[in-house]
């Protein structure tokens, strides 16, 4: 996977990247790879920083030039090559390079609006620490930017707090609360992160955040950075873990070691249906003492999707009133006659914009496993398929997960068709499962009673 792809980046990004460990590395990679997306001709993506960049890194653009003023950024770009240009301004010591100021920046954006150029910035220092804390003066990001990466090295994690591993120190002692010389735990880099004066500071108002984990070169550090993720998507719409290695130029196209995606994941219980062949709403049948919909509801949160949405229609108070004291949001599809598509649509119309997937369950299979959809959602982060499924005996089974690229298709489906539609359009990632559970169908009176019967001979009578 593409670090373009992970980040979901447009066609003519306005990126900033502040933070440490790895963040030069990171914009070159994906000022290459957004170039290289024009085959068999590379476009022109535009290249800068804000803040001081060192000598030795203005070799990884394809063309370099300084620049100390919008005119002659705008006599540059008259003659603009292809592949990654980068502008700075003049040397300011000897091993450093300084940025552009705001005018010359502004210069830049009208140029690549103009042209309709992708324009990446880095837009704060680290001196090349895994880790770091922004000054009183930093990050420098335009008020235009529109989605801000947080760079941050996992290998500054179990190390000392000092100079040796972190910029600035006494500052990120300040931010978490740790002291000096005290061990970096990832609780203390959350802590920092998340802090408005640390990783959030000075990201403008409505530009998407996400967060970069990189250096995650060990299984040790994958797994605190998957033990990270969660808590970051309370502050970030993203959390991508990866690996990244220094190239000597952007000109090739090595392949990106990013290993997850992190995102929110939604789940949506499809409850609204009248079940005219079973002759009571399946959503309400008793299993071990509670209706079906409690029990997907409940393998809903406890898998971790959030939010989970649930779809009524018919019997709609008695379904509402099945999970009232759980977290659960209830939405109306008064349409709900007219066929599975107006519950897919209500469903996805509920969803916070930032939802980043979101997996359909029905709720006539309380069968459904915390362990299926956990699954489901891992192997979503890890290859960003557009769909994911479980694959039983080689046979399509359900719940099934849906990345947000297949949304605007959902939302156009119309009458008794639901996502199945969509397999055909999009490739999906299969998950083999070994449950049979999962092939469960109640359909008539008589699947249910079957149902209730292997239940008790294999577990027991239930109340």
Known sequence: MQLVQALRLGEIPRLALVGSGGKTTALFKLAGELSARSKPQHCT??????????????????????????????????????????FTGSQAEPERVAGLDFPALLA??????????????????????PLKAPADHEPVIPPWIEQVVVVAGLSGLGKPLGQAWVHRPERFAELTGLQVGETVTP??????????????????????????????????????????????LRAYQAVVVAALAPEESSSGEPETSVLAVH???????????????????????????EPFVR????????????????????????????????????????AWQFGQSTSVRAGLQALPADTGAAVFLLADQPLVSVELLRSLVALHARELHPI????MDGQRANPVLFDRQTFPDLLRLSGDTGGRALFSRYQPGWLTWHDRSVMVDIDTPQDYERFIENDRSEIGDHP
């Open 295 to 334: 029990h997907v509801g409940r393998a809903a949160l406890q898998a971790g999707l959030h939010p989970v949405v649930l779809v009524s229609g018919a019997e709609s108070e008695a379904v509402r009133q099945a999970v009232q004291d759980m977290p659960i949001q209830v939405v109306q599809n008064n």
């Open 45 to 86: 993506v535009l290249v800068s920083a804000s803040t001081h960049l060192a000598v030795d890194q203005v070799q990884f653009g394809d063309h370099y030039y300084c620049a100390t003023s919008p005119e002659q950024i705008e006599d540059i770009c008259s003659r603009l090559p292809t592949g990654v240009v980068l």
């Open 388 to 391: 994911v499924a479980p694959l």
């Open 187 to 232: 609780e203390a880099l959350m802590g920092e992160l998340t802090h408005p004066a640390g990783g959030l500071k000075g990201i403008p108002p409505g530009a998407r955040r996400l967060a970069l984990l990189n250096q995650a070169d060990s299984e040790a550090l994958q797994g605190m950075a998957l033990g990270m993720a969660a808590l970051l």
């Open 263 to 289: 995102e929110g994941v939604a789940g949506i219980i499809l409850a609204a249906g009248a079940a005219s062949r079973m002759g009571v709403p399946k959503q309400l049948l008793l299993w071990r003492g």
């Open 108 to 129: 830049l954006k009208r140029i690549a609006d103009d042209r309709g150029l992708p324009l990446l910035i880095e837009a704060d220092g680290s001196r090349q620490k």
